[in-house]
């Protein structure tokens, strides 16, 4: 192994705050809090110069489910390396580090190309594109009554695993599904069950401007569209822009979800994914 990578300690938090305060647009009060409520829970690797971590990559356990059959993965989040350090390797470096791990522990890598344009990038390493999302777009209607309720994560965790099992997915621990309702709700966001057609649905959602933007639900298109009234009225709102997996909707935009290596391609279903 490279004696440059490493795993990163308490003590490299403020490197870590700089390298992603530039490579992404998030502030510092949500950097600390992702590397708060994430203590002990996401594995972070750096490639340091001096000592220094200079280029990062997270890792969240995740498991890939097809049917009954299971297989460890891990889930690659915001990777990024300083400006003055970038077209140096670094970054490939950490990337090939995993790709290594993941061959030796016999798991499946993961990762979300923020666009098309890098997937070419992630190919040289090989990756493969898996699955796509279907980003919809719906107007407030009319309000009509809703039934809607709190959601603990480990209940939120429980329904999607049931909705989700009749095609390949991504399932998560528990205790990622927690953070992910606490960031929700940093982003001023709800986890909520709701009732629609004489059933119990599950809904991650937060305001962004002027727009409800829906992370993971199983309602289908048509009835976010028959609920977008009451829905927008909950989170003060003209519009909601829900992800739905493709294979359950045509409708929307189609969006790259997933970019996967060291597993089959099976269109593998991953949503809930930090924002």
Request: proline share 5%; glycine share 8%.
């Amino acid at each position: 192994m490279d004696n440059s990578i490493r795993l990163a300690c308490d003590g490299d938090i403020p490197a870590l705050c700089r390298i992603w305060k530039v490579c992404f647009s998030d502030n510092e009060d949500y950097v600390r809090f992702f590397y708060r409520e994430n203590a002990g829970h996401v594995t972070t690797t750096v490639y340091t110069v001096d000592g220094n971590p200079v280029s990062m990559l997270h890792w969240f356990d995740a498991e890939f489910v097809n049917g009954d059959e299971r297989r460890g993965a891990k889930y690659l989040y915001s990777g990024g390396s300083l400006p003055e350090y970038r077209r140096s390797g670094y970054y490939g470096a950490l990337i090939r580090y995993v790709i290594d791990y993941a061959k030796e522990h016999d798991i499946v890598l993961f990762g979300i190309p923020a666009n098309r344009k890098l997937i070419p990038y992630y190919a040289t390493f090989g990756f493969i594109q898996d699955a796509c999302f279907r980003l919809v777009t719906v107007p407030a209607g009319e309000k009509i009554p809703l039934e809607a309720s709190p959601l603990s994560p480990e209940e939120y965790n429980r329904m999607r695993n049931r909705a989700f099992a009749h095609h390949p997915h991504a399932e998560w621990p528990d205790r990622y599904v927690s953070y992910c309702v606490a960031e929700n709700e940093f982003s001023g966001g709800k986890t909520l069950a709701v009732e629609a057609d004489g059933s119990v649905h599950f809904l991650m959602g937060a305001p962004r401007g002027e727009a409800l933007f829906i992370n993971e639900t199983d309602l289908s298109y048509s009835q976010l569209t028959r609920l977008s009234g009451a829905l927008c009225g909950l989170f003060g709102v003209g519009v909601l822009r829900a992800y739905l997996p493709d294979y359950s909707s045509s409708e929307g935009e189609e969006i790259v979800s997933s970019v996967i290596n060291n597993g089959k391609l099976h269109n593998t279903y991953v949503n809930l994914l930090l924002t």
